[in-house]
């Protein structure tokens, strides 16, 4: 093909396609519009996720008659207009690409109101050039409708999630902006539902009520500078500001994605201030666990560049080391003032500190061991009803099973299998456990080291899925209905997967837009915290987000018997390790984890041999 200049309509999807990924996208740049122009009040409607109807009213200064055609002109904007400006933005809007990179991909029509004006006039675009100026009535300010997003883009519809788990996105972002703006109200609906609200009383803290509940944002505390509220940003040589809120030790989740930060009022997504605000919870957060925190840097406009992406949250900060130093700092002095950690005073002058107004959280080796005697006490319930096996029958093994479980590689490869190998374990005798992680055993041909997770993960999972197959996986509920607040994009893929997680043994349903009601759990997991195992699994879902059905099932079934297997660092008891081995016997694949690791070691009698000069 020779080299021709894209027609317009072509260069401008692709355009698009750096601005607007997803509904949320849209809703990100009409609602950074409206708080550009003033706004106080910013009304989001949501249809089907977005699919259908995004249409963003707000009460700014509006844009008058003349310019709204320019509005939706690439490069068209009243924010910028020298180069020069580009270095201290304090708009969040600049590049004048937004309303028309969304006019290229759906059905826009602006409508707009400028504070003089007598009456509001609409123009509309249709993936095309914007038509003549017409009169509406409507108050001073500005309504955007997008409808049918990606009509003309098959490539991005087909990519859409399911209209909740878009909404959800939808209402990350708009609680971002309330949370960065609590002056202004932000009302979000949903097929007509109002599913948030923040009231403009300009108390951020009301705001973390609204979005985490009220028993969540308790346990979150500011940082020690004062919120500086709509106050402008910091001069040329001003230092920098830190503020906003963090979560004690005691409010956890499973992945960074609770911690929002944000720089000069902007969300952005930065792995290196992320990475600053955990650092700041060194030792007090268990290992994979994460805080919560809404976070503002406030700088110099001229310290940072926001032009490093059409999208517009990735930013480069000049002296990202001193901003992650001041972020560090602020985070670790909030929580040390609010959570006194205990030292050891033994033969110290000083007077040990006040007792603090909240309980510091339990220590943690009495919790342990708490859980060390109920994960047993499971161990052994669930061993009840499985009787001794008889060395395996000698039948052929189903080809898969020796076609895709690697039976690990001893030392002496190449070996001949022993009598009865090849379709299960020979029987073998608990000698005894080593490192609080393996279980040495005995069997004709060896000797044996079980790793006592892997197996016992192996042995939940067949029986889980034995339990799924035949469409009976055992429950446990709940003496009382759990509530899950996690979040709206997480609550979107609960239900994206409520039917695989309900016949797995669960029983959920949505509660609200951003919650989650769990009355009951597969019967394995009745001895572990349901809300740690469903942060799991929707750290996992998150991920496995292209697989398909089957292989995304059985990819829960490894992450929940994962989560109920017992843990390397536990010491078994004779019984317990006894009752394991034999569990494992009666496996279909003893060889193996889930995961395809190998669950035993051999040491042949042959190896031991030829190790002490015997042969
Ligand atoms: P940018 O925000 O980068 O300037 P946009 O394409 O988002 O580019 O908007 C183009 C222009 O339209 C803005 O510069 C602004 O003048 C005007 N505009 C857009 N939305 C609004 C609104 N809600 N209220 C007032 N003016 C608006
Ligand atoms: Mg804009």
């Known amino acids: 093909m020779p080299i021709q200049i894209l027609p317009p309509q072509v260069a401008g999807q692709i355009a698009a396609g750096e601005v607007v990924e997803r509904p949320a996208n849209v809703v990100k740049e009409l609602i950074e519009n409206s708080l550009d122009a003033g706004a106080q009040e910013i009304r989001v409607e949501v249809q089907e996720g977005g699919r259908r109807l995004i249409r963003v009213t707000d009460d700014g200064h509006g844009i008058p008659r003349e310019e709204l055609p320019l509005a939706l002109h690439r490069h068209a904007t009243s924010k910028l207009q020298t180069a020069e400006d580009l270095g201290r933005i304090r708009t969040y809007g600049f590049r004048g690409e937004a309303l028309h990179s969304i006019a290229a991909v759906s059905h826009l029509v602006l409508s707009s109101r400028h504070r003089d004006a007598e009456t509001g006039f609409q123009v509309r675009a249709e993936g095309g050039a914007p038509t003549e100026p017409r009169p509406v009535g409507m108050p001073v300010g500005t309504v955007v409708s997008v409808e049918h997003l990606f009509f003309n883009v098959p490539a991005r519809r087909k990519f859409l999630r399911r209209p909740a788990t878009e909404a959800g996105h939808i209402t990350a972002i708009v609680q971002r902006y309330a949370l960065a703006h609590p002056h202004r109200r932000f009302i979000l609906l949903h097929d007509g539902r109002p599913t948030f609200q923040s009231t403009g009383s300009g108390r951020r803290w009301d705001v973390l009520v609204a979005i985490y509940g009220l028993e969540n944002a308790q346990q979150m505390v500011p940082l020690q500078q004062e919120d500086p509220q709509e106050e402008p940003l910091p001069g040329p040589g001003q230092p920098p500001r830190v503020y906003g809120y963090v979560s004690l030790p005691t409010l956890t989740r499973a992945s960074r994605t609770h911690i929002d930060l944000f720089v000069n009022r902007r969300y952005v997504e930065d792995r290196s201030l992320t990475h600053a605000v955990v650092q700041a919870y060194h030792t007090w957060l268990p290992v994979g666990r994460f805080p919560v925190a809404a976070l503002f840097v406030d700088l110099d406009p001229g310290e940072v560049d926001v032009n490093v992406h059409p999208r517009k949250t990735e930013i480069r900060l000049r002296e990202g080391r001193r901003v992650f130093g001041a972020v560090q700092k602020a985070v670790r002095r909030a929580l040390l003032h609010h959570t006194p950690i205990p030292g050891l005073a033994v033969g110290s002058e000083t007077p040990a500190p006040a007792p603090p107004s909240d309980p510091p959280p339990p220590a943690l080796e009495r919790d342990e061991r708490r859980l060390w005697g109920r994960r047993r006490r499971a161990l052994l319930q669930a061993g ?76 939940l999972y067949e029986r889980l899925m034995a339990q799924r197959a035949s469409g009976q996986v055992a429950r446990q509920g709940l003496l009382e209905p759990l509530v899950l607040h996690m979040g709206h994009v997480e609550t979107g893929l609960i239900a994206e997967h409520l039917e695989t997680l309900n016949a797995l043994g669960f029983e959920i349903e949505t509660f609200g837009e951003d919650a989650f009601r769990v009355r ?49 660092g536990q010491i078994l008891s004779d019984i317990e390790m006894v009752e394991l081995v034999r569990q494992l016997e009666s496996c279909r694949s003893p060889r193996t984890c889930p995961h395809g690791r190998p669950t035993m070691l051999r040491l042949s009698a042959q190896e031991l041999e030829r190790a002490f000069g015997r042969t």
């Open 520 to 568: 009951a759990v597969p019967a394995i997991l009745a001895h572990q915290d349901p809300a740690r195992t469903l942060e799991e699994i929707l750290q996992g879902l998150a991920q496995e987000r292209n697989r398909v059905d089957e292989a995304l099932e059985a990819s829960l079934v490894r992450t929940i018997c994962k989560r109920a297997a017992i843990k390397a």
């Open 384 to 459: 009840q009803g499985i009787h001794r096996r008889q060395a395996p029958p000698a039948q052929p093994s189903p080809a898969s099973e020796s076609g895709t479980e690697a039976v690990p590689d001893p030392p002496n490869a190449g070996r001949t299998p022993e009598a009865g190998e090849a379709e299960g374990l020979p029987p073998l005798r608990v000698v005894g456990q080593v490192a609080g992680m393996y279980i040495v055993a005995e069997g004709p041909a060896g000797l044996y080291l079980i790793d006592q997770h892997a197996a016992h993960e192996r042995i």
